[in-house]
């Protein structure tokens, strides 16, 4: 039967269970990466496992988060990172060096290749015909450790491209307009794969904008064919060895399929406070803009940088806009310098900034107060830009340049732009970047493993949950809205992503956004002789979506969390409960969401039989002496996490 190549990239590294949707399935991983903000809580959860070499054919650790380094932590991790990829052969891109995924992209991506990365923009890779998933940093380890990973089968939705883009129109209009229609859920349970005769017009950073961006669709990952636009993207990086055809089966049939015509889009954005609030530009109405913030993992190629220095060149930024930018890669930075592209940057008035994620985690460059900010990001959260009361609207390349300029919301498409003399640059399909190896360290040696690990005083040991007990007496002490993202859950931003590393610090923030009093509430029921086993959050749908990181469950297990019941949850944060021994469980009835209130009591009797049973779980509310039921979905696999308490316990044989 013909495949996807989805399917058939998944069929190579198949190590056991069968290709069917929603069935678990173990695949081999050659390649993972991970970035400091996750990359702590990773690497001292591989050291727990206590393994040699890493298992993968490549791993490497990247530091692009946390690079401001406003007091001694940032640096302190950093040397951690770099003594544990010492330790156990994995390459180590320094602070500086750029984006995790822009540089996997430029350095190591392989076509037909699997790539597990601590981070939620891992799909990146899918621009070169890979499969690229995030993940938490549990799983990353184990890949490491195994070489292996464990996912339910995603179904798999095709999008057919035909036509061209238009000039003024780029990939980030592509995939706002696929999130314009399928919605921030519209890719869960499911990898996008990219198809049809409009791909040759786009080129591989092109391709890597739209996987990047499939992570706000809540999808599994995205893909793209491997083609000869492939094959010239890695001979100009030097590396034409990797290169394969890759494509899928002709014939083939997808369980969903979406049409995308360039010819037919035109600039659009992403209205606050969500990557699905999208328009076209022309109809966002009059919108005064105070800062542009042009970069990240989405958009901060060498291409999409010399068309916003084309844009710029000759000009100036409106005078009451601020305009900062962030190459993706130092090698980029370097090459804007040497073909002059940088000074007419700086010349236009743009503040360029260090090689990094910089304002797109909050960490520097926050707006000002109910300030209204342009930004080729990939997520414009409330709050995430560090400013809770700013407007975040995400937009290409073009269109932040040419606002910049114009200092309000607005397009240089439908010939306005031509008129005022711009000319878009024609770039090749791919440009050569000398990789900068000054950035990269290497340490292949066979074993290191007696390297000791650096470790400052910021760094804390993880919290472990304890085995599953019979029954479970909870406190709600959050009921949340639909949506709830990770940054709501575990804020980043310069107070608080510095401590990535200390888990107990960390946790006084948690939900900090949406409602302060939740850590206290939380330890008056986890407090000597309250009566009860810990507390529960209710959510709504979509809870966790957004970013991998395993905070937003390793702080609540650290204030005694047990249980989250949602009318659903995102992919990485149900697979980070669970792997902290956290029981993600679902309202059989969603209207059983609107029937629980802030210090409900809860209580669960027989957790172990209800969950072998696989049925449903019944929870008594003693508000009201009422019953409701809810349903888990558990792998056998996760059900042994649950038991243990966590991956780790029943990975070091603690399960029961
Ligand atoms: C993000 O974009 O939210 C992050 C920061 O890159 C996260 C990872 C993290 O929280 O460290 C992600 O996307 O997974
Ligand atoms: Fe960094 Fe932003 Fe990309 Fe996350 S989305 S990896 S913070 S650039």
New binding site residues.
Partial sequence: MPKTLAYKILEDHLLSGRLVPGEEITIRMDQTLT?D??GTMVYLQLEALDPGRVATELSVSYVD?NTLQSGFMNADDHAFLESVAKRHGIVFSKAGNGICHQLHLENFGAPGKTLLG????TPTGGGLGMIAI?AGGLDVAVAMAKGTYSLAVPKVLGVRVTGALRPWVSAKDVILYVLQKLSVKGGVGKIVEYYGDGLKALSVTDRATITNMG?ELGATTSVFPSDETTRAYLAAQGRADVWKPLAADPGCVYDETLDVDLSELEPLVALPHSPDNVVPVREAGPVKVDQVAIGSCTNSSFADLMKVAAILKGRSVAKDVSLVIAPGSSAILAKLAENGALADLIRAGARVIECA?GP??GMGQSPCSGGVSLRTF??NFRGRSGTPDAGIYLVSPETAAYSALSGVLSTGFGGAGDADGIALPSLPAAEPLRKNDAFFLYDAAADKTNTPLVMGPNIKPFPLNKPLPDTLFLRVTMKAGDNIT??DIMP?GTKVLPY?SNVPYMSNFCFETIDTGFPERCRTVTEENSGYDGCAIVGGQNYGQ????E?AALAPLHLGVRVVLARSFARIHRSNLINSGILPLVFEDPADYDRLALFNELYFENLPGQLRSGGPITVRNLADQSSFRVLGGFSEQEIDLLFAGGKINLLKGGSR
Avoid at 118 to 121: G, M, N, Y
Wanted: charged residues 20%; aromatic residues 0%.
């Fill in positions: 970035q903000a996750t988060h601590s981070d939620s923009h995030g992570a994620c797109c985690i990939n997520r990770t940054d980043a990535r957004g970013s991998s990181r905070h």
